[in-house]
Nanobody, 125 residues
């Protein structure tokens, strides 16, 4: 098993930037493909981005392409999400999640077996 703890959320103005981190402990971090999801108030949790075990492959939902960058440091057991040019519609609780295999399909919640507790990102207009 792997335990995940997100950090780095906060309040930022539109056009600003934040970097989220997800610290992993337990089973070897590099054994997992990782993902970021978000849940806005009153909405379902949605996929944001995913990265392969090595970090060599990434995939993004269309609404964040060109603004968000997912990365990982397997030596530090940490996943990152660099978010630039933030928009009010990016306001949500952001969650990191782990799965055994990297994929760019089957990106639903049930495809990920491990989850963090979430970190709040609020973007003011």
């Amino acid at each position: 098993q792997v335990q995940l703890v997100e950090s780095g959320g906060g309040l930022v103005q539109a056009g600003g930037s934040l970097r989220l981190s997800c610290a992993a402990s337990g089973r070897t971090f590099s054994s997992y493909a990782m993902g970021w999801f978000r849940q806005a108030p009153g909405k379902d949790r949605e996929f944001v981005s995913t990265i392969s075990r090595s970090g060599g492959s990434t995939y993004y939902t269309d609404s964040v392409k060109g603004r968000f960058t997912i990365s990982r440091d397997n030596a530090k057991n940490t996943l990152y999400l660099q978010m630039n040019n933030l928009k009010p519609e990016d306001t949500a609780v952001y969650y990191c999640a782990a799965r055994s295999r990297f994929a760019t399909t089957h990106l639903s919640l049930t495809d990920y077996g491990y989850w963090g507790q979430g970190t709040q990102v609020t973007v003011s207009s």
